[in-house]
């Protein structure tokens, strides 16, 4: 089955700059990768994906890209601000599987 | 209004007790999930439901059970609470092949077992 590799763990910006995680997959079939935020005590929700067929993707300060080639993907967040404080997770499914997380980065953005 | 629902949000209860947590989604969507999230934040699939069919189990114990009386509802029963069943557990749904497996959670409901 998928297995999501993510990194790093934990992750300290200062206010103003860019923040990159990380994330490999290990099925070649999968083709829909998602990343989610999740803050303090609330559920994960849908901040950005991007399909198989896509390079790149973005979506005002938060970008994603994708390499299928070497299996990985990332998520770019700019101008980083205290509200992107949050624990990000990436996730890999195929079209007919469940998402498969990765284990979570713990942001800090500090003002 | 809330697209998906479970309850209840908090749950403390003595070890070997049995426990359910309820889930409805009013999405319309084909697919419902439970995901285990852990102290250190892990979100790991438990079960997932496509058209009242149980497609996923990973590894779970058989103390754990999914009912699905209809496509809208997947509640979680517990049998026996363990210490390591501490946790807080999410309900999911999205729309399975739709090519892009969106994921809607609950708000989670937190289980603590003493």
């Known amino acids: 089955g998928e297995n999501v590799e993510q990194h790093p763990s934990t992750l300290s910006v200062q206010e103003g700059d860019s923040a990159v995680i990380k994330c490999t997959y290990s099925?070649?079939?999968?083709?829909?990768f998602p990343w989610y935020k999740q803050e303090l005590g609330k559920r994960p929700q849908l901040i950005i994906d991007?399909?198989?067929?896509?390079g790149e993707k973005k979506d005002q300060r938060i970008a994603v890209t994708l390499n299928k080639t070497a299996k990985h993907f990332s998520l770019h967040i700019t101008e980083t601000q205290p509200e992107d404080s949050a624990v990000y997770f990436c996730?890999?499914?195929?079209?007919?599987?469940?998402?498969?997380f990765g284990k979570g980065t713990r942001l800090s953005v500090i003002a | 209004d809330t697209a998906v629902s479970q309850t209840p949000k908090y749950l403390v209860t003595q070890m070997g007790n049995d426990k359910s947590i309820k889930c409805e989604q009013n999405?319309?969507?084909?697919?419902m999930y439970w995901y285990k999230q852990d102290s250190k934040k892990f979100l790991k699939i438990m079960f997932s439901?496509?058209?009242?069919?149980?497609?996923i189990n990973e590894t779970v114990p058989n103390r754990f059970s999914p009912k699905s009386p209809d496509k809208a509802h997947l509640n979680l029963h517990i049998n026996s609470l363990e210490l390591g069943d501490s946790a807080v557990y999410f309900c999911?749904?999205?729309?399975?092949?739709?090519?892009?497996?969106?994921?809607?959670f609950g708000a989670g409901s937190r289980l603590t077992v003493l």
């Open positions: 999911a749904s999205s729309h399975l092949g739709s090519g892009a497996n969106v994921l809607t």
């Open positions: 099925d070649s079939a999968s083709n829909y």
């Open positions: 991007i399909r198989s067929n896509v």
């Open positions: 996730a890999a499914s195929t079209r007919n599987t469940p998402l498969v």
């Open positions: 999405l319309g969507h084909d697919t």
């Open positions: 439901y496509n058209n009242k069919e149980l497609i």
